[in-house]
């Protein structure tokens, strides 16, 4: 984008990162916000969200003369909320305008209510920024001079507060594609979406991050269903209950809710009692079959599901098996979501997962703050089978990495090279992660405990396989990994950890 030369309380296209080009406005920054160093930026608060930004100059253009421009590229719904939002405050401000002409004598005064600047004078940094004829904020467009911290560090956000706090000299800027973790998320998801148009003009959601373990959620008061309580299942309804919702859970092995029963859950004794209990039920299982079992069998979902229930699928299977389950609680009126997770029981322990959601977008936004309590992140991909596409996606290349690092360790020892300094060498390079290291301190130590079921990601991959060949997409990588996992599990590794595909060499 061009540079342009902006003031305080102009209307801006503002970009930032991989995000579309959104409305905004140039505000005032807190008096505690430093500028970041480096090129020349203005802060600026979006419409339609609840999100600050410093963004460079460059990326920056007039509202005005480029709204045309950016209406045609951008189509989403929620982008179409923020240009009409930007609307209605030209409009109110307009009205204001017209009514100061009206009383020559109300001119420059400031309303009992007007929350105070936040900008002070004498700040070297942004004093140039600020437009010496802004002498009040307007009613239409409040800039508070409190915040609530979400987080400490560079890139740590704020939201806006009405109540006072007290001053802090740790608040930084807020970044829409912030990493760091806030440690509040009281506001709804409507406010905390963040939105990405995709080439395909489908529209694709992040959600600001927010975890069980750093973050205070408002509970939905929709009663919660959940059903299968495996690796990923219990992590996720602790965290649940851990964030005050109301859970009622079924597991096929009955003695595993006991331990939830004594953490505040409800029992249900079927799919279909916690179906017909709930507004909102989840399922979390092993494959397509116990998937579609626990819809369509005896004392099944299905026979639970009345108009305006919801069911969210969380177990990751084909998007066959979605396509069916999405068509069977429709047609019973109920909505339907698919939401399978990435991640590992431990990230669910931790309420760290990766959501990937498709189907019923109001589904998804009602599930807000479930979401927040077993998740860092959710996506939203459209419609129903997308979420279970890119999941095989993710975890054919997460199951296939896994087979090569396990080939290099064995290499490494048959060739007569240390196994630990394959590992801390791989450690120190553009491979380095947590995954490596954890996965491959876990083999040389001889643990395989289940983080993750090597079965599982064998059936993933199996999946993903054939989801090639019905695109007429070759996967020759996934087929040669697939065939090493078979191999693992004709060895009796299934229950193990998918790092035990290590164990296939060595046999």
Same mark, same amino acid.
């Given at each position: 984008?061009?540079?342009?030369?902006?003031r305080?309380?102009?209307?801006?296209?503002?970009?930032?990162?991989?995000?579309?080009p959104?409305?905004?406005k140039?505000?005032?920054p807190?008096?505690d916000?430093?500028?970041p160093?480096?090129?020349?930026?203005h802060?600026v608060?979006?419409?339609?969200?609840e999100?600050?930004?410093?963004?460079?100059?460059?990326?920056?253009?007039p509202y005005?003369a480029?709204?045309?421009e950016m209406?045609?590229?951008?189509?989403?719904?929620r982008?179409?909320?923020?240009v009409?939002a930007?609307e209605?405050?030209?409009?109110?401000?307009?009205?204001?305008?017209?009514n100061?002409e009206?009383?020559?004598?109300s001119k420059?005064?400031?309303t009992p209510n007007?929350?105070?600047?936040?900008?002070e004078e004498?700040?070297?940094?942004?004093?140039?920024?600020?437009?010496?004829?802004e002498k009040d904020?307007t009613?239409?467009?409040?800039?508070?001079s409190?915040?609530?911290?979400l987080?400490a560090g560079?890139?740590s956000?704020?939201?806006?507060?009405?109540?006072p706090?007290?001053?802090?000299?740790?608040f930084?800027?807020?970044l829409?594609?912030q990493?760091?973790?806030?440690a509040?998320?009281?506001?709804?998801?409507?406010?905390?979406?963040?939105?990405?148009?995709e080439?395909t003009g489908?529209?694709?959601?992040?959600?600001?991050?927010?975890?069980?373990?750093?973050?205070s959620?408002?509970?939905?008061?929709?009663r919660?269903?959940?059903?299968g309580l495996?690796?990923?299942g219990?992590g996720?309804?602790?965290?649940?209950?851990?964030m005050g919702?109301?859970?009622t859970?079924w597991?096929?092995?009955?003695?595993?809710? &006991?331990?939830f029963?004594?953490e505040g =859950?409800?029992?249900? !004794? @079927?799919?279909? *009692?916690?179906? +017909?209990? #709930?507004?909102?039920?989840?399922?979390?299982?092993?494959?397509?079959?116990?998937?579609?079992d626990?819809?369509?069998?005896?004392?099944?979902v299905?026979?639970?599901?009345?108009?305006?229930?919801?069911?969210v699928?969380?177990?990751?299977?084909?998007?066959?098996t979605?396509?069916e389950?999405?068509?069977v609680?429709?047609s019973?009126?109920?909505?339907?979501?698919?939401a399978?997770?990435?991640g590992s029981?431990?990230?669910?322990n &931790?309420?760290m997962?990766?959501i990937? =959601?498709?189907?019923? !977008? @109001?589904?998804? *936004?009602?599930? +807000?703050s #479930?979401f927040?309590?077993m998740g860092?992140?959710?996506?939203?991909?459209?419609?129903?089978?997308?979420?279970?596409?890119?999941?095989l996606?993710?975890n054919?290349?997460?199951?296939?990495?896994?087979a090569t690092i396990?080939?290099?360790?064995?290499l490494?020892?048959?060739?007569?090279?240390?196994?630990?300094?394959?590992?801390?060498?791989?450690c120190q390079g553009?491979?380095?992660s947590?995954?490596?290291?954890?996965k491959?301190?876990?083999?040389?130590?001889g643990?395989?405990?289940p983080?993750?079921?090597?079965?599982?990601?064998?059936k993933?991959?199996?999946?993903?396989?054939?989801?090639?060949?019905?695109?007429n997409?070759?996967?020759p990588?996934?087929a040669?990994?697939?065939e090493?996992y078979k191999r693992?599990?004709a060895?009796?590794q299934?229950?193990?950890?998918i790092s035990?595909v290590y164990?296939?060499?060595?046999?």
């Open positions: 984008m061009a540079t342009v030369h902006l305080i309380g102009d209307l801006v296209w503002g970009k930032l990162g991989r995000y579309p959104w409305p905004g140039v505000v005032s807190p008096k916000l430093k500028k160093r480096g090129k020349k930026c802060f608060k979006f419409f339609g969200t999100d600050h930004a410093w963004i460079k100059v460059e990326q920056l253009k005005h480029h709204k045309e209406i045609k590229i951008n189509k989403g719904k982008f179409q909320q923020a009409d930007v209605d405050f030209l409009k109110k401000a307009k009205g204001k305008e017209q100061s009206g009383k020559g004598d420059g005064k400031r007007k929350p105070l600047k936040i900008l004498d700040d070297e940094d942004l004093s140039a920024l600020k437009d010496p004829s904020l009613d239409s467009d409040p800039e508070p409190t915040v609530e911290r987080g560079p890139g956000g704020f939201k806006w507060e009405s109540s706090v007290k001053d802090d000299p740790h930084h800027h807020f829409l594609s990493s760091e973790k806030p509040s998320s009281m506001e709804p998801i409507s406010k905390r979406l963040k939105v990405i148009e080439v489908s529209t694709s959601i992040q959600a600001a991050d927010s975890t069980a373990i750093n973050g959620i408002t509970p939905t008061d929709k919660i269903g959940f059903l495996g690796l990923m219990s996720i309804v602790s965290n649940l209950l851990k919702h109301v859970v859970v597991n096929r092995t009955a003695e595993k809710c &006991d331990l029963i004594q =859950a409800r029992l249900g !004794r @079927t799919p279909a *009692e916690v179906a +017909s209990m #709930c507004d909102i039920t989840f399922s979390c299982v092993s494959d397509p079959k116990a998937a579609r626990l819809v369509l069998g005896p004392s099944g299905l026979q639970g599901i009345r108009p305006g229930k919801c069911y699928e969380m177990s990751t299977v084909d998007p066959e979605i396509t389950l999405s068509q609680i429709t019973r009126g109920g909505r339907f979501l698919e399978p997770v990435a029981q431990q990230l669910s &931790d309420g997962l990766v990937l =959601a498709a189907g019923d !977008r @109001t589904v998804y *936004e009602d599930c +807000s #479930c927040q309590a860092k992140t959710s996506f939203f991909l459209g419609e129903a089978g997308n979420a279970a596409r890119m999941m996606i993710l054919m290349v997460q199951g296939s990495f896994m396990a080939e290099g360790l064995t490494a020892q048959a060739t007569g090279q240390s196994q630990q300094t394959f590992l801390d060498i791989l553009q491979m380095a947590t995954f490596v290291d954890q491959c301190q876990n083999i040389l130590q643990n395989f405990k983080d993750y079921y090597l079965k599982h990601i064998q993933d991959l199996r999946l993903a396989i054939s989801m090639g060949d019905m695109a997409h070759p996967t990588m996934a040669a990994a697939n090493v693992a599990k060895l009796d299934s229950d193990n950890d035990a164990r296939a060499y060595i046999h």
